[in-house]
């Protein structure tokens, strides 16, 4: 991200007032946007690369949102952030499983749009990733061989703990609620009960922190969720 471009934006988005508004708020704090208005222009700019991410709206003329992230995400790991319809929590739930990395309803405030970009930008650097590995300090996440080791010790996790902590690990640095946990780990039904989340979480502690007691790698952010720290020089919040 040379010359002074804090990030290049693809917008696939038919609403030309709204990509023009986005272009020019987006611009103003260091982002180049390049707007397409279908997805087949949209599909044919982003194979041309040098993109960070990819802004995409679920309605487009030529071709469902849905499935033109789904063949974005079959070639290619660019982060996209998906704008979906007004309170359709549908929209948001098949998203994140089609492999969007956040989601943002309409309308919105183009200050919450450009914390969500910078956000996805910041998670994909945030951990050292290689052959699906996250690195934090002495953590390591092994995606591939579903596996976490501190220091190199192997320590034991159910798979759906491995998967919450992938979640938190993935969104580093993001306040994730309750209910968007549940939503990122898949094929959960017998856990989708509101305060059972909080005893896996314990158990993650009890397998990573020094101290499970006074954690300081997943902390609680009271009355929302949970918060996955890069480094563990910070304090649980009051």
């Known amino acids: 991200m040379g010359g002074g471009v804090s990030g290049r934006i693809l917008m696939i988005e038919d609403d ?24 087949a222009s949209g599909m044919a700019t982003l194979e041309r690369g040098g993109f960070d991410a990819l802004v995409l709206d679920v309605m487009l003329p030529d071709l469902d949102g849905f499935e033109l992230c789904r063949r974005v995400r079959a070639t290619n790991d660019i ?19 089609l492999g969007a990395d956040d989601y943002l309803p309409k309308p919105f405030n183009p200050r919450e749009l450009l914390a969500r970009l910078r956000a996805i930008l910041r998670r994909r650097t945030a951990g050292e990733t290689t052959s699906g590995a996250l690195r934090f ?9 579903r596996a976490v080791r501190v220091e190199g010790e192997e320590r034991t996790l159910t798979g759906y703990q ?51 007691k006074h954690p300081r790698r997943v902390l609680t952010v009271r009355g929302t969720g949970y918060v996955f720290a890069r480094s563990q020089d910070r304090e649980t919040p009051p």
Do not use: K, Q, W
């Open 137 to 145: 300090g002495r953590l390591e996440i092994d995606r591939d061989a």
């Open 16 to 39: 030309e007032a709204l990509s023009a508004m986005v272009g020019e708020y987006l611009g103003s704090v260091g982002y180049a946007v390049t707007p397409c208005s279908d997805a």
């Open 162 to 212: 491995f998967d919450l902590l992938c979640a938190l690990a993935e969104n580093a640095g993001r306040v994730m609620t309750r209910d968007a946990l549940m939503d990122r780990v898949r094929g959960s039904t017998l856990e989708a009960f509101d305060r059972s989340i909080d005893v896996h979480v314990s158990r993650i502690r009890a397998a990573i922190e020094d101290d499970p």
């Open 79 to 97: 982060p996209i952030l998906m704008l979906t319809a007004r309170g359709d929590e549908t929209d948001r739930i098949v998203g994140l499983e």
